[in-house]
């Protein structure tokens, strides 16, 4: 009589299987933004069936909450940083385009997925308490919040201009040095 083949470990696949759709997800937001895209094509990025999308994070809201998790956490760059060179840190996230290697760009995600009402509030927290909030807390004084909240704006605006619409500032030496001197700009501004 044939052995049945060992059954995998449900622990082992259920976590195969959240973490390939995470990573699905990731990389098609970065590209489709949340209105545009639906639970079957995370699903069969994922090479799964669209059901375990519900089964595990409830919902595509969830998922993307999830998705998002930990994206836009500047603490990493704060700590390995001296105070004197946030500036430097954070343009760094640009030039360096914090693209994983799996495809996922949190910047794309913002700029795609901003504009859908399901998701907005999900994404100003994600923003406000993983780079807003630390920085400015770090910053401190009566302005750190406002001086926290220029800096995002400085880098999603350069980060639309340069990399969306192609209108090059990061590749040259001036412009980055340019991005710096913003960015120091808006982290120094008085209180």
Request: hydrophobic letters at 45%; one cysteine or more.
């Amino acid at each position: 009589m044939p052995t049945r083949p060992k059954a995998a470990t449900p622990g082992r696949d259920s976590a195969r299987t959240r973490a390939a759709l995470l990573d699905a997800a990731r990389w098609l937001l970065s590209r489709s933004g949340y209105d545009q895209l639906g639970t079957r094509e995370i699903a069969a990025r994922a090479g799964v069936d669209a059901a375990l999308v519900q089964r595990y994070f409830g919902s595509k809201k969830a998922l993307f909450e999830k998705a998002i998790e930990g994206a836009f956490d500047v603490r990493p760059l704060l700590a390995a940083s001296a105070r004197g060179s946030f500036a430097r840190s954070l343009a760094q996230i640009l030039l360096e385009r914090r693209d994983d290697g799996a495809g996922f760009d949190p910047a794309l995600l913002i700029l795609r997925s901003a504009t859908s009402a399901e998701v907005r509030l999900p994404l100003s927290r994600a923003l406000e308490g993983e780079f807003v909030e630390p920085l400015a807390r770090e910053l401190g004084g009566a302005t750190g919040r406002s001086r926290a909240i220029a800096a995002l704006g400085v880098l999603a605006g350069v980060y639309m201009v340069d990399s969306v619409l192609g209108i090059e500032l990061l590749n040259e030496p001036q412009g980055r040095r340019l991005l710096e001197a913003l960015i120091r700009t808006c982290l120094e501004g008085g209180d």
